[in-house]
Protein backbone atom coordinates (compact mmCIF):
# COMPACT_ATOMS: atom_id res chain seq x y z
CA UNK A 1 0.00 0.00 0.00
CA UNK A 2 1.46 3.14 -0.84
CA UNK A 3 -0.55 5.48 0.86
CA UNK A 4 1.39 9.20 0.87
CA UNK A 5 4.04 9.33 -1.59
CA UNK A 6 6.34 12.67 -1.93
CA UNK A 7 9.16 13.10 -4.59
CA UNK A 8 11.83 14.04 -4.64
CA UNK A 9 13.34 12.49 -1.11
CA UNK A 10 16.25 15.10 -1.34
CA UNK A 11 17.00 17.89 -3.29
CA UNK A 12 19.84 20.64 -3.19
CA UNK A 13 19.37 24.44 -4.56
CA UNK A 14 20.99 27.22 -4.93
CA UNK A 15 19.35 30.91 -3.69
CA UNK A 16 16.96 32.14 -6.44
CA UNK A 17 16.29 28.67 -8.06
CA UNK A 18 12.79 27.23 -8.23
CA UNK A 19 11.44 23.49 -7.62
CA UNK A 20 7.78 21.73 -6.75
CA UNK A 21 7.41 18.93 -4.40
CA UNK A 22 5.51 16.55 -5.66
CA UNK A 23 2.95 14.57 -3.13
CA UNK A 24 0.19 11.99 -4.47
CA UNK A 25 -2.05 9.86 -2.17
CA UNK A 26 -4.05 6.86 -3.46
CA UNK A 27 -6.42 6.51 0.00
CA UNK A 28 -9.35 8.92 -1.56
CA UNK A 29 -8.97 11.81 1.53
CA UNK A 30 -10.13 14.76 0.71
CA UNK A 31 -7.94 16.57 2.60
CA UNK A 32 -4.05 17.68 1.79
CA UNK A 33 -1.60 19.14 4.10
CA UNK A 34 2.05 20.13 3.42
CA UNK A 35 4.44 21.10 7.02
CA UNK A 36 7.95 21.66 7.62
CA UNK A 37 9.92 20.69 10.10
CA UNK A 38 12.72 22.63 11.79
CA UNK A 39 14.66 21.93 14.49
CA UNK A 40 13.24 22.68 17.60
CA UNK A 41 10.11 24.29 16.14
CA UNK A 42 7.77 21.27 15.56
CA UNK A 43 6.00 20.64 12.15
CA UNK A 44 4.57 23.77 11.33
CA UNK A 45 1.64 23.98 8.52
CA UNK A 46 2.39 25.99 5.26
CA UNK A 47 -0.70 25.26 2.94
CA UNK A 48 -3.84 22.68 3.35
CA UNK A 49 -5.92 21.90 0.87
CA UNK A 50 -10.47 20.54 2.55
CA UNK A 51 -11.22 19.55 -0.89
CA UNK A 52 -10.17 19.34 -4.13
CA UNK A 53 -10.41 22.86 -5.85
CA UNK A 54 -9.68 24.82 -2.25
CA UNK A 55 -6.60 25.82 -0.75
CA UNK A 56 -5.95 27.43 2.32
CA UNK A 57 -2.69 29.21 3.91
CA UNK A 58 -1.28 27.47 7.26
CA UNK A 59 0.86 29.49 9.66
CA UNK A 60 4.21 29.60 7.63
CA UNK A 61 2.78 30.12 3.82
CA UNK A 62 5.31 33.32 2.60
CA UNK A 63 7.16 31.90 -0.55
CA UNK A 64 5.51 28.75 -1.33
CA UNK A 65 2.45 28.27 -3.53
CA UNK A 66 -0.06 25.11 -4.16
CA UNK A 67 -2.03 23.32 -6.29
CA UNK A 68 -4.32 20.78 -5.86
CA UNK A 69 -4.24 18.91 -8.94
CA UNK A 70 -7.23 17.02 -8.47
CA UNK A 71 -8.42 14.92 -5.44
CA UNK A 72 -4.81 12.49 -5.61
CA UNK A 73 -2.36 15.25 -6.14
CA UNK A 74 -1.36 18.31 -3.58
CA UNK A 75 2.44 20.01 -4.74
CA UNK A 76 4.06 22.52 -3.85
CA UNK A 77 5.77 25.06 -5.27
CA UNK A 78 9.35 27.33 -4.40
CA UNK A 79 9.38 29.89 -7.01
CA UNK A 80 12.58 31.42 -5.39
CA UNK A 81 14.49 29.42 -3.07
CA UNK A 82 15.93 31.01 0.22
CA UNK A 83 18.29 29.60 2.84
CA UNK A 84 15.44 30.23 5.28
CA UNK A 85 13.45 27.57 3.54
CA UNK A 86 15.95 24.62 4.30
CA UNK A 87 13.99 22.19 5.93
CA UNK A 88 12.60 19.10 6.16
CA UNK A 89 8.95 18.74 4.14
CA UNK A 90 6.24 16.95 5.13
CA UNK A 91 2.90 16.30 2.65
CA UNK A 92 0.10 14.72 4.96
CA UNK A 93 -3.41 13.34 4.34
CA UNK A 94 -6.58 12.67 5.90
CA UNK A 95 -10.28 11.86 5.42
CA UNK A 96 -13.02 14.47 5.86
CA UNK A 97 -13.64 15.40 9.47
CA UNK A 98 -10.80 12.35 10.75
CA UNK A 99 -7.92 14.28 12.18
CA UNK A 100 -5.94 11.41 11.82
CA UNK A 101 -3.01 12.23 9.79
CA UNK A 102 -1.18 10.03 7.13
CA UNK A 103 2.52 11.52 6.56
CA UNK A 104 4.52 10.74 3.52
CA UNK A 105 8.47 10.09 3.90
CA UNK A 106 9.74 13.55 3.66
CA UNK A 107 11.52 15.93 1.69
CA UNK A 108 14.92 17.10 2.70
CA UNK A 109 15.90 20.29 1.14
CA UNK A 110 18.98 22.58 1.02
CA UNK A 111 19.24 25.99 -0.06
CA UNK A 112 22.60 26.85 -0.14
CA UNK B 1 5.04 31.38 24.21
CA UNK B 2 4.65 29.00 21.78
CA UNK B 3 0.88 27.37 21.82
CA UNK B 4 2.62 23.56 22.38
CA UNK B 5 4.86 23.31 24.73
CA UNK B 6 7.03 20.06 24.83
CA UNK B 7 10.09 19.48 27.28
CA UNK B 8 12.54 18.38 24.16
CA UNK B 9 14.27 16.04 26.69
CA UNK B 10 16.01 13.47 25.67
CA UNK B 11 14.82 11.38 27.70
CA UNK B 12 17.33 8.52 28.78
CA UNK B 13 15.66 5.63 30.39
CA UNK B 14 16.54 1.67 30.80
CA UNK B 15 14.23 -1.29 29.16
CA UNK B 16 11.99 -2.10 31.85
CA UNK B 17 11.35 1.63 33.37
CA UNK B 18 8.06 3.76 32.94
CA UNK B 19 8.32 7.00 31.35
CA UNK B 20 6.12 10.32 31.95
CA UNK B 21 5.93 12.60 29.18
CA UNK B 22 3.69 16.05 29.36
CA UNK B 23 2.70 18.52 27.53
CA UNK B 24 1.04 22.31 27.83
CA UNK B 25 -1.12 24.43 25.50
CA UNK B 26 -2.25 27.75 25.49
CA UNK B 27 -5.42 27.98 23.58
CA UNK B 28 -8.33 27.04 26.11
CA UNK B 29 -10.30 26.59 22.94
CA UNK B 30 -8.80 23.43 22.00
CA UNK B 31 -11.00 20.60 21.30
CA UNK B 32 -8.96 17.77 20.65
CA UNK B 33 -5.95 16.31 21.42
CA UNK B 34 -3.49 13.29 20.10
CA UNK B 35 0.23 11.99 20.07
CA UNK B 36 1.91 10.88 17.35
CA UNK B 37 5.14 9.30 17.18
CA UNK B 38 8.34 10.28 14.69
CA UNK B 39 11.43 7.80 14.00
CA UNK B 40 14.46 9.59 13.69
CA UNK B 41 14.54 10.56 9.76
CA UNK B 42 11.37 9.02 9.43
CA UNK B 43 7.53 10.55 8.97
CA UNK B 44 5.39 11.31 11.99
CA UNK B 45 2.62 8.33 12.87
CA UNK B 46 -0.42 9.04 15.02
CA UNK B 47 0.20 7.00 18.25
CA UNK B 48 -3.41 7.93 20.10
CA UNK B 49 -5.78 10.49 20.47
CA UNK B 50 -6.17 11.55 24.01
CA UNK B 51 -9.66 10.98 25.93
CA UNK B 52 -11.19 13.26 28.60
CA UNK B 53 -11.32 10.37 30.31
CA UNK B 54 -7.78 9.02 29.91
CA UNK B 55 -7.39 6.85 27.60
CA UNK B 56 -5.34 3.01 27.00
CA UNK B 57 -3.53 0.93 24.70
CA UNK B 58 -1.26 -1.29 25.85
CA UNK B 59 1.88 -0.03 27.71
CA UNK B 60 0.53 3.22 26.88
CA UNK B 61 -1.54 5.55 28.68
CA UNK B 62 -2.78 9.09 27.80
CA UNK B 63 -4.53 11.63 29.72
CA UNK B 64 -5.65 15.03 29.56
CA UNK B 65 -6.45 17.75 32.15
CA UNK B 66 -8.24 20.26 30.74
CA UNK B 67 -8.05 22.50 33.59
CA UNK B 68 -4.96 22.84 33.45
CA UNK B 69 -4.14 22.53 29.90
CA UNK B 70 -2.17 19.85 29.51
CA UNK B 71 -1.74 16.06 27.75
CA UNK B 72 0.05 13.52 29.71
CA UNK B 73 1.91 10.16 27.97
CA UNK B 74 2.67 7.55 30.31
CA UNK B 75 4.39 4.42 28.75
CA UNK B 76 4.80 1.48 31.12
CA UNK B 77 7.66 -1.66 30.24
CA UNK B 78 9.91 0.44 28.18
CA UNK B 79 11.16 -1.81 25.10
CA UNK B 80 14.47 -0.54 22.88
CA UNK B 81 11.55 -0.24 19.94
CA UNK B 82 9.97 2.75 22.48
CA UNK B 83 13.01 4.93 21.37
CA UNK B 84 11.71 7.84 19.37
CA UNK B 85 10.64 11.45 19.29
CA UNK B 86 6.65 12.10 20.43
CA UNK B 87 5.20 14.77 19.26
CA UNK B 88 2.00 16.52 21.19
CA UNK B 89 -0.39 17.46 19.06
CA UNK B 90 -3.46 19.84 19.16
CA UNK B 91 -6.44 20.75 17.41
CA UNK B 92 -7.80 23.96 17.66
CA UNK B 93 -11.61 24.05 16.60
CA UNK B 94 -11.91 20.57 15.35
CA UNK B 95 -10.89 21.51 11.65
CA UNK B 96 -8.27 19.34 9.93
CA UNK B 97 -5.95 22.66 8.74
CA UNK B 98 -6.08 23.67 12.85
CA UNK B 99 -3.21 21.18 14.04
CA UNK B 100 -0.96 22.10 16.11
CA UNK B 101 2.28 20.27 16.85
CA UNK B 102 4.65 20.71 19.99
CA UNK B 103 8.45 20.39 19.07
CA UNK B 104 8.67 16.92 20.38
CA UNK B 105 10.15 14.80 23.07
CA UNK B 106 12.84 12.26 22.68
CA UNK B 107 13.25 9.05 24.45
CA UNK B 108 16.13 6.64 24.28
CA UNK B 109 15.39 3.49 25.44
CA UNK B 110 18.53 1.71 26.49
CA UNK B 111 19.64 -1.86 27.37
Known amino acids: NAGVTQTPKFQVLKTGQSMTLQCAQD?????MYWYRQDPGMGLRLIYY???????DKGEVPNGYNVSRLNKREFSLRLESAAPSQTSVYFCASSDTGDEKLFFGSGTQLSVL | RKEVEQDPGPFNVPEGATVAFNCTYS??????FFWYRQDCRKEPKLLMSVYSSGNEDGRFTAQLNRASQYISLLIRDSKLSDSATYLCVVNRNNQGGKLIFGQGTELSVKP
Open chain 2, 27 to 32: NSASQS
Open chain 1, 27 to 31: MNHNS
Open chain 1, 49 to 55: SASEGTT
